[in-house]
């Protein structure tokens, strides 16, 4: 007589789900650190050929995609596979897919060929680089003090000056649109946008306030734990 009980279905242990997700945020932080290291290249090659107004033609729409992969981190956030907070998860990634998809993205000849943005390029692919790098070693080599220290000198350190150089850009380039932007010649969506701007630079001053202190509190924490060890 055949047997026609049905295997036992495998269930992932709590072990396995979890080296699962290890190997998933390793690729993510590894391929978004390539990803912006790329952006880093291209706007650092480009300047000194094309000059600083004519690099969007060779950064521009990379930029753009590459920072939308970003709103997998409000996924993972919202899911706790990361410990990053919601909110400050979501300000990020929403402030940053602003200005690539709308700022940018729809007023190229507005903002672009400011020095304002090749500035917040530069701060934007350097901080990435330096954190997708960070989280990547610290996940692969199985926690955060065994990344090297020079890397974690750089994620805990740089924010200090790339921070404010990018939040300068940022707000230089709304600010150039919510000024050029005209809804006589584009439409009455442009009015819009114009006031959307302005709104947005308003909420940047305490935006950017929340932001920057989370990164000092991140600072500190580290920077505790790193003098105990020693």
Known sequence: MADTSQPTPHRA???EISSLKTQYL???NFASAVLWFTVLGRTALLVPLVGYANIYGGVGEFTKWTQTLALLEIV???LGLIRAPLSTTLLQVAS???LVHLIVGLFPHLTTPSLAYPSMLLAWSITETVRYSYFACALALGSPRRVPDWLVWLR???FFVLYPMGIQGETWLVGRVAGGVDPRR???WARWVKWGCWGALLVYVPGAYILYTHMMAQRRKVMKGKAREE
Do not use: D, K
Request: net charge neutral.
């Open 13 to 15: 242990s709590p072990s």
């Open 26 to 28: 390793i690729l993510y």
């Open 76 to 78: 993972h956030s919202a």
């Open 96 to 98: 940053r897919l602003f």
């Open 156 to 158: 805990y350190n740089l």
């Open 186 to 188: 584009e439409g009455a």
